[in-house]
C-alpha cells in the first residue's frame, strides 16, 4: 500500500510516537492538572514538556501562550471568534481552507465585514493585493501558510511586516507547514499560529494547537473545568487555562511531543528537503505524461509536498478509485474542504486528484505512481 | 500504587482499549470522512461502530445522533449554547461541575436567566425544588446524573419527566455516570446526553461525546471542514458533520468503542455491582475511624463510587499529600471545579479529600487505604 494523503493526517508515525502515547496511557495516565499526586504531575510534566518543544520549534518566549486543542480547526475558530466583534473588519484569502473560510462566513452574518483576496491561476497570493484591502476597521489578517490543494506557500513574513506596521492582527494556518518549514513567530511577525499535532507534526490524531502572542486576551469558546481557581464561576484569566477547558488528550499531547522530538532529531531540513525531492520527482515524471493536467506553482521553491492533478477530464473521484483499487495508492479526490480555491485554480466542478508526501514516503513509490498514472492515462 | 482518582479519569484500562488504539494507529490510521480510499473508509467505520455501541448502551435510535467532541466539557457548551438564548430561563443546580456552571454563567452575562437550585448537605436535590422554578420562558433544566463530590445520585428520570410535561429541554450531565449506571434516553426522557469517554466508558483521553435527540437543532460552536458539501462556505445542517469539524480523533474513538464493547461483555451491571461493593466497604471503614467526617448520602442506593471525606480540619491537600507521598495512594483534594457544591455540603474553606473507585480497584485496596486513615487519623 502506497500511501499519498499525508496533507488529510500523515501515516504511519515515527515508532517513537507510539511507544509514548502507550507508555502514557499505561503508566501514568492520570488527569494533569486535576489532582497533585504522583501520576497527576507525571502528566503534567509531559504535557507541558510538549508546550516547551513547541515553543522551541516556533521560537514562542514562553512556552504557556501554547494552548492545546483537539485539532487545527477548533485553533482557527478560537482565534477568529476570540478576536473579530461586529462592526471589524478581516481580510483572508481564496485559497483558504473551510477552517478559515466558515467561521469568517458565520461572523459575517454577525456583522463581521470579510474581504477574500483573490489567488491566481496558481493558487498564489500577493500581499499587495491584501494591503490595498486595509481599512480604518482591519483588525485580523488570516492566512494559510501553505495551500492544501495547490501546495503554494504564502509570503507570510511579507505579509506578516503588512500586518505588524498597520497593527493589525495576524493569524497563520499552519495546517499544511508545521513540522516542515521553519516557522518562526517573531521573525514573521505572527500574533496567533494554529496548527495540526496530526499533520507535519507527526503526532497523532486528537491534537493541535494555537499560539497566542503574549498581551492577546482573546474570548474563549468554551467555560469549564481548568483545575485552576475552582473556587471562581468565572473563567480563569490565566494563560493557557483559561482555553484548555475539560480534561486534555493527555496521552494524544505526549505523542505530539514524540513527533516534535523526531522532527528536531532527523532536523526539520532535512525531511523538508526530503519532500521536496519527492514532489520534484513527481512533477518532473507527470510533466512527460500526456492527458494530465498538473495545478499550482509545480516547483518545490513555491509548493509543498502537495501536488493536485486530473486525468484528461475524468472525474477525479474515479480516478482515485482506480489508483486505490488496482493499484493499492491511496489519495484524495474532490474538493479538499477548499471550495473558493477550486475555483481560484478553475478545478471547481472536476476536484483534482490530490497526492500529498510525506517524510516516510520513498523515491520507489513515487516512481509506481507514476507508472500508474501513466498507464490509467492510456486506458481512459 | 492505589489509583483512586477514577472520577478524573479512569486508570488503568482495559488491554483491548491499549490493543485497539495502537492497531488503529498502525494499520489505518487515516482521516476517516475526508478521502474515499480503503484506510479512511476502514477509520470511517469503525468510528461509525463506536456511534452504534454508544446507541446501543444509552437507547439512542439512530447512532447519527451521537456528536463525538474532545471531553465533556465540550460536549455541555454545545449543548447549553446550542440551545440557549437571550430571555431563555435555564435551571441547573449547585451540584454542578464548572463545565456546567461557567458556560451558563457566561450565558447570564448575556442576558440568558439562570436559576440555580440549592442540594441538601447530602448534597441531594430535589425534583421538586425544580419544579417550583419552572417559568413561562423556563427552556433548558441541565443537572449532573451523578455528583464528581458527594457521588449522590440524582433522580433524573423524575426530572426527566417533569421536563417533558412542560415541554423543557433536559440535559443531562454523565460524566461520573456512563458507563456504571444504565442511562436510557427515552425512558428518562433525556433530550441531550454529555458523556466523557475516557471515564466510566474506559476509553482514552480527548474523547467525549453529546447525544442530541432528532428534532433538536443546535446552533455549533466551531465551523470548518466536514467532509461533506465542502463546496458551500455555510456549515452543513447535517448531523453529526454539523457539529464534529476538523479531524476527528479517530484512534481515540476506536479506542473508546474498545472500553464500552468491555463494558458490555463485562456487563454494566457487575461493574457497578463491584463498585458499590468497594464503595459500602469503604463508607463502613471510615464510619470506625474517629475523626472523619465524610460526605454525601454514605448510602451505595444513593452512591456512586466516589466518597469525600476530612480528618478533623486537617486541610485536605496536606492529607492527600500524605496519602501520596507515605502510602503511595492517589486521591483528589481541594475544590473538584465545584466550588457551589462545596458549599452546599459546608467544606469550601476546608476543601475534601475525594476517594474515586474503578473496575480495576479491589477489596484489598480499600482495607490498605482504611489502614492509612486511620494511622493519619492518629497522627494529627
Redesign the interface.
Known amino acids: 500500500?502506497v500511501?499519498f494523503?499525508n496533507a488529510?493526517?500523515t501515516?504511519?508515525?515515527p515508532d517513537e510516537v507510539?511507544d509514548a502515547?502507550?507508555k502514557s496511557?499505561?503508566e501514568y495516565?492520570?488527569?494533569p492538572g486535576?489532582?497533585?499526586?504522583?501520576?497527576?504531575l507525571r502528566m503534567g510534566r509531559e504535557i507541558y514538556e510538549t508546550r516547551e518543544l513547541l515553543a522551541k520549534l516556533f521560537n514562542i518566549d514562553n512556552p504557556m501562550n501554547v494552548v492545546f486543542?483537539?485539532?487545527?480547526?477548533?485553533s482557527?475558530?478560537l482565534a477568529i471568534k476570540g478576536i473579530l466583534q461586529r462592526g471589524d473588519h478581516v481580510i483572508t484569502s481564496s485559497m483558504e481552507?473551510?477552517?478559515i473560510?466558515?467561521?469568517l462566513?458565520?461572523l459575517e452574518k454577525e456583522g463581521v465585514e470579510l474581504t477574500i483576496v483573490k489567488g491566481d491561476r496558481k493558487g498564489r497570493i500577493d500581499a499587495k493585493d491584501i494591503a490595498k484591502n486595509i481599512k480604518n476597521n482591519t483588525k485580523l489578517i488570516a492566512i494559510t501558510h501553505v495551500s492544501n490543494l495547490t501546495g503554494t506557500i504564502m509570503p507570510i513574513e511579507e505579509i506578516g511586516k503588512l500586518a505588524w506596521k498597520n497593527g493589525i492582527f495576524f493569524l497563520v494556518d499552519a495546517a499544511q507547514s508545521a513540522g516542515v518549514y521553519d516557522i518562526d513567530v517573531k521573525k514573521m511577525n505572527i500574533d496567533m499560529l494554529a496548527f495540526?499535532g496530526?499533520k507535519g507534526l507527526l503526532g497523532?490524531?486528537?491534537?493541535?494547537g494555537l499560539y497566542v502572542r503574549e498581551g492577546i486576551a482573546l474570548k474563549e469558546?468554551?467555560?469549564?473545568?481548568?483545575?485552576s481557581l475552582?473556587?471562581?464561576?468565572?473563567?480563569p484569566d490565566i494563560f493557557p487555562d483559561r482555553y484548555e477547558?475539560?480534561?486534555?488528550?493527555?496521552?494524544?499531547i505526549v505523542g505530539l511531543g514524540a513527533g516534535i522530538k523526531y522532527i528536531m532529531k532527523t532536523g526539520i531540513e532535512n525531511i523538508r528537503k526530503h519532500e521536496e525531492e519527492l514532489t520534484k520527482h513527481f512533477i518532473e515524471g507527470i510533466s512527460k505524461i500526456d492527458k494530465v493536467k498538473a495545478y499550482g506553482p509545480l516547483n518545490v521553491e513555491e509548493q509543498g509536498a502537495v501536488v493536485s492533478i486530473n486525468i484528461g477530464d475524468e472525474d477525479s473521484?474515479e480516478i482515485?478509485?482506480i489508483l486505490?483499487e488496482k493499484y493499492?495508492i491511496?489519495?484524495?479526490?474532490?474538493?479538499?474542504?477548499?471550495?473558493?480555491a477550486h475555483k481560484t485554480i478553475g478545478t471547481?466542478e472536476q476536484g483534482v486528484v490530490r497526492f500529498s508526501f510525506g517524510p516516510f514516503n520513498t523515491h520507489e513509490e513515487i516512481d509506481y505512481a507514476l507508472k500508474a498514472i501513466f498507464e490509467i492515462s492510456r486506458e481512459i
Not at 497523532?204 to 493541535?208: F, L, W, Y
Not at 477547558?245 to 494524544?252: E, I, R
Open positions: 500500500m500511501y494523503d488529510a493526517t501515516f504511519p508515525k507510539y502515547i502507550m496511557m499505561k495516565g492520570a488527569n486535576r489532582s497533585g499526586h504522583k501520576l497527576a486543542t483537539s485539532n487545527c480547526t477548533e482557527l475558530n481552507h473551510n477552517s473560510l466558515r467561521p462566513s458565520s495540526p496530526h497523532p490524531q486528537g491534537t493541535g469558546i468554551k467555560q469549564g473545568g481548568t483545575g475552582s473556587h471562581m464561576l468565572e473563567q477547558s475539560g480534561t486534555l488528550n493527555g496521552p494524544g473521484s482515485s478509485y486505490d493499492d491511496e489519495v484524495r479526490p474532490g474538493l479538499h474542504c477548499a471550495p473558493l471547481f
